[in-house]
C-alpha cells in the first residue's frame, strides 16, 4: 500500500534522528545550533502548536475560561470600540500597574451592567467613569462593572479600569518575566483566552476594538516592541520612559502584546505599489543575534511581496511589520509585531513566513470560535508552500505539502475548546488545515481558488471574526460552486479517504482499445465515503499522457470505461498530488464493467434495449437484480440484457449481482435509471398540449376524415400510437381501446412515421 505520507517516511525520519531532539534544541546554550529551515513542516508545526500549548496549559482554571467563553450570552450587550491602556512595568518587583480606558456601546436595550475579563490575581482597585467612580463585583475572573445609567442599543459609554498585580505564572502564564545569559525579558503571549491574566478586557475573538492605544513605561535599559505605529518615547521621571503606540486597524486582545528587554534594534522597508509608497520594517532582536537577524529576517519585504500578491495588500500596512524576540518556545503572530524565539526556529524562514501570513488569515480575519482555529492556522501553513511555489517552482511546493501529510485522526473543527492540546495540535489545526487549502485549490482550479482568496480578502470580515461556515458561504458565492460536502467530510470528517484500484483492458471493436476502471474507498473510519474528484493519469507508449479529473464519491461502484488510441502502458493516482489518500492497486478478478450513467436513456413507452456487462473470471456471467426494481415494463436477462417497454417514468434505482460461471468470484453494482417522456412528447398527444385524453382522439378523427377539415398533427410521432409509420384509422382504434379499455388496450407507442 502507498499513500502520501509514506514516500516521505525514511526523510521525515533522518531529520528527526539528529543528535538533537526539537525540544532540546532550545534548550541548548547555543541558540542556533539546531538549524530548521529544512526541517520537515509537520515538526516546525508540532513545535509552534506544542510550544503555545505547553505555555498556557496545565489547571483546572483553562477550561473554566473556555466554558465561560462559550456561553451564549456572555458579554453579548455591548461592543467594545476602543481600549486606551497605559501600563508601568515594574521590572524588580514584577508588578504591573495599569489603567485602561473602554469605550463601548450598548449591543441591546436597557444595558445597566457588563462584565469584563480579569483573571483574580490580579487587583481591581477602582473603575471610573466621567461621571465619577463606579461599582463593581468579582466573580473569579470576571468582573461585572455596573454602568453609571442606562444604555439603549447605540448608545456609548466609557470608563477607566485601574489595577495592578503579578500576572498568573505556570499552567496559565501569557506574562512573562524571563532572564536570558542573565539579562531580563518581558513578554507576552495571550492565545488562547488569556489576555485577561495581565489586562481587563472583553477577551474574545468576535469583538475587536475599532482601534487602541498603548502607553508602556518600562526602565530605560529596555526597548518595548508592541503593535501598530510607535508614535513617541517620552521620558518619564528620572529612570524611565514611555512607549506610545497607536493601533489604527481592529485588533483581537489575544493578539495586543508587549515585549521588552534590551534588545537591538534595525529597521528595514516594504517598497510596494510600483516603487511608490513605503511600510517601515521593525527588528528588536536580542543584540548577540544581530548579525544572524539580517541575514534570517531580511527576506521580510520579499515575503510580504509575495504575499500581498497572491492573498491582498498586506492589511496593516498604515502602520508597520515586524519581529520582536521573546523567551517562549515558539513564535507568535502578534499584529504587526510577530514574535519569535531567539533560536534558529524563530528565526527559520517557514516560521518567518507562517507568522507573516498569519497578518492576513489570523489578524486581519480571526477565526470567531477556538473550534475554527483551522482558518488561523492552517492558512498560515499552507502559505508556506505557497512561499515555495513563488520561490521554488511548483515541484518545491508539492514537496513541502508532502512533509505535511497528515494521515491521522480525529477532526479539524475543535470539539474540545477546553483543552489547549487539541486547540494547537500541530497534525490537525496546522497540517491538515494545510491540506484542505491545498485541495479546494485542487478542486475549484486556479481561477476559481484565487477568485475566493479574493473574495475572502474583501469580504464583510475583513477586519472582523468570521466561522468556517461563513467561510464556506463566501467561496460559495465567489465560486458559484456548492462545497457543503467538502467541508462535511474534510472539516467534521477524521482521517482520509483510501482507495483500492484495478483496471482492465481490450481490444475494441473497430480498433483502439477499452480501459475499465474500477475504484473503491475501503477506509473503515468517518466518512465512509469521501466525495472528491481525483486525478488519473493514463500514460502510452507513444501518445501524450492524459489526465482524467473522476469524481469518486461511492463506497464501491465508481466505475469508469475509457476508449483510447493505444493500450494504456500504466495509471498514477493524483499524480500531482492534490489530495490527502491512501492508494493501493489491486489485481483485476471480476467486476462489472458498465457505469450507472453509462446506460442508454430511457423513455416512458418507447422501447428500450441495453446491456450491463462484467470482465474478468470465467468471461460467463449470471446476472441478476439483487435488490430494489427496474422500471416497469423492464426486464433483466441473466446474460444482462435490460429490455422491454417502460410504462412509468420516474427515478429507479436497483443493484445488479454478476456471478462466475465457472468459479466462486461476483460483483454487485448499484444502477439508477430516470425514465421521461418521450423525446418527442407524450405518446398518444396527437394535438400536442401535453395529455393524453380524448380530445386526442377527436384531433384525430377530425384529421383524417375532415370533420371539418382537420390539421395534420404537429407531432406526427405522438399520433402513430400504433407504430405502424402510418396515421390512420387504426390510431384512432388502438387509442380508443387504451383510453377506455375496449376491451384492455396496450399504452400508446411513439411511432415512426415521416413527420409531412
Request: charged letters at 20%; proline letters at 5%.
Amino acid at each position: 500500500m502507498t499513500n502520501r505520507a509514506s514516500s516521505i517516511t525514511a526523510a521525515l525520519i533522518t531529520v528527526l534522528l539528529i543528535s538533537l531532539s526539537p525540544a532540546a534544541a532550545f534548550a541548548q546554550a547555543d541558540p542556533l545550533a539546531v538549524e530548521w529551515d529544512n526541517v520537515p513542516a509537520s515538526e516546525i508545526h508540532r513545535q509552534l502548536g506544542e510550544a503555545k500549548a505547553a505555555a498556557l496549559a496545565g489547571k483546572e482554571m483553562a477550561r473554566q475560561m473556555a466554558l465561560q467563553d462559550v456561553a451564549a450570552d456572555y458579554q453579548m450587550n455591548y461592543d467594545v470600540l476602543f481600549y486606551d491602556l497605559w501600563l508601568r512595568v515594574n521590572d524588580t518587583t514584577e508588578i504591573l500597574y495599569g489603567d485602561v480606558r473602554t469605550v463601548a456601546q450598548a449591543a441591546e436595550d436597557g444595558v445597566t451592567e457588563i462584565d469584563l475579563d480579569l483573571h483574580s490575581a490580579m487587583v481591581a482597585d477602582s473603575i471610573v467613569a466621567p461621571s465619577g467612580p463606579l461599582a463593581f463585583s468579582r466573580s473569579v475572573n470576571v468582573v461585572t462593572v455596573t454602568l453609571d445609567g442606562t444604555y439603549n442599543t447605540g448608545e456609548q459609554f466609557e470608563f477607566d479600569f485601574y489595577y495592578h498585580g503579578h500576572p498568573v505564572e505556570g499552567g496559565l502564564q501569557a506574562f512573562a518575566f524571563d532572564l536570558r545569559y542573565s539579562k531580563k525579558v518581558i513578554t507576552s503571549l495571550s492565545e488562547p483566552y488569556f489576555a485577561r491574566t495581565w489586562w481587563p478586557c472583553k477577551d474574545r475573538m468576535d469583538d475587536k476594538p475599532d482601534s487602541m492605544k498603548i502607553a508602556i513605561v518600562v526602565d530605560t535599559a529596555f526597548y518595548v516592541g508592541s503593535n501598530g505605529t510607535l508614535d513617541s518615547t517620552v521620558a518619564y521621571g528620572n529612570n524611565a520612559h514611555t512607549f506610545y503606540y497607536s493601533v489604527s486597524y481592529p485588533i483581537a486582545t489575544y493578539l495586543f502584546s508587549v515585549a521588552i528587554s534590551d534588545y537591538f534594534v534595525w529597521h528595514d522597508e516594504w517598497i510596494y505599489n510600483n516603487d511608490t509608497d513605503t511600510m517601515p520594517i521593525t527588528h528588536a532582536v536580542y543584540p548577540d543575534l544581530e548579525l544572524y537577524s539580517y541575514e534570517k529576517f531580511g527576506i521580510t519585504p520579499y515575503a510580504i511581496t509575495v504575499l500581498s500578491d497572491k492573498y491582498g495588500l498586506y492589511p496593516f500596512v498604515r502602520e508597520k511589520y515586524g519581529h520582536s524576540n521573546f523567551e517562549w518556545g515558539g513564535a507568535m503572530e502578534h499584529q504587526t509585531m510577530t514574535s519569535t524565539s531567539g533560536t534558529s526556529f524563530g528565526y527559520s524562514e517557514p516560521v518567518v513566513v507562517h507568522e507573516l501570513s498569519h497578518q492576513w488569515w489570523g489578524d486581519m480575519i480571526t477565526c470567531e470560535s477556538w473550534e475554527d482555529i483551522w482558518l488561523n492556522e492552517g492558512w498560515a501553513s499552507y502559505s508556506e508552500a505557497l512561499y515555495y511555489l513563488e520561490k521554488d517552482g511548483w515541484t518545491a511546493y508539492r514537496n513541502y505539502m508532502n512533509t505535511m501529510a497528515y494521515t491521522g485522526g480525529g477532526t479539524i473543527w475543535v470539539d474540545d475548546t477546553t483543552n489547549v492540546w487539541r486547540i494547537f495540535n500541530g497534525g490537525l489545526s496546522y497540517d491538515k488545515g494545510a491540506w484542505v487549502v491545498h485541495m479546494l485549490r485542487g478542486v475549484l482550479g486556479e481561477t476559481k481558488f484565487f477568485d475566493g482568496v479574493d473574495a475572502y480578502y474583501n469580504s464583510e470580515y475583513q477586519h472582523g471574526a468570521l466561522t468556517t461556515e461563513e467561510f464556506r458561504d463566501v467561496w460559495e458565492a465567489a465560486t458559484g460552486e456548492e462545497l457543503d460536502w467538502f467541508f462535511e467530510d474534510w472539516i467534521y470528517g477524521t482521517y482520509l479517504p483510501n482507495y483500492r484500484w484495478t483496471y482492465y483492458t481490450e481490444p475494441a471493436n473497430g480498433g483502439g482499445y477499452n480501459v475499465y476502471l474500477h475504484v473503491d474507498q475501503v477506509q473503515t473510519t468517518t466518512p465512509l465515503v469521501f466525495r472528491m474528484p481525483v486525478d488519473f493519469a493514463f500514460s502510452f507508449p507513444t501518445d501524450p499522457t492524459e489526465v482524467y479529473k473522476l469524481k469518486i464519491d461511492q463506497r464501491n461502484d465508481n466505475r469508469f470505461k475509457f476508449h483510447f488510441p493505444e493500450e494504456p502502458g500504466s495509471i498514477v493516482v493524483d499524480p500531482d498530488d492534490w489530495v490527502l489518500l491512501y492508494e493501493n492497486y489491486v489485481s483485476w478478478l471480476m467486476y462489472i464493467v458498465t457505469p450507472s450513467d453509462d446506460l442508454t436513456e430511457a423513455w416512458k413507452y418507447v422501447p428500450y434495449h441495453d446491456t450491463i456487462e462484467a470482465r474478468g473470471a470465467s468471461g460467463e456471467y449470471t446476472f441478476t437484480v439483487a435488490s430494489g426494481s427496474l422500471p416497469p415494463g423492464l426486464t433483466l436477462a441473466t446474460n444482462g440484457v435490460i429490455s422491454g417497454t417502460p410504462t412509468d417514468s420516474g427515478l429507479f434505482a436497483f443493484a445488479v449481482e454478476a456471478d462466475d460461471n465457472l468459479g466462486s468470484t461476483s460483483d454487485r453494482a448499484d444502477f439508477s435509471m430516470h425514465v421521461t417522456y418521450s423525446p418527442t412528447g407524450l405518446a398518444g398527444d396527437a394535438n400536442n398540449n401535453g395529455k393524453t385524453n380524448i380530445a386526442d382522439i377527436t384531433y384525430l378523427v377530425a384529421f383524417l376524415f375532415g370533420i371539418p377539415t382537420g390539421p395534420y398533427p404537429p407531432a406526427p410521432n405522438q399520433a402513430d400510437v400504433n407504430n405502424s409509420c402510418t396515421i390512420n384509422v387504426s390510431d384512432v382504434s388502438y387509442l380508443v381501446a387504451f383510453l377506455f379499455g375496449i376491451p384492455s388496450g396496450p399504452p400508446p407507442n411513439t411511432g415512426c412515421v415521416v413527420s409531412e
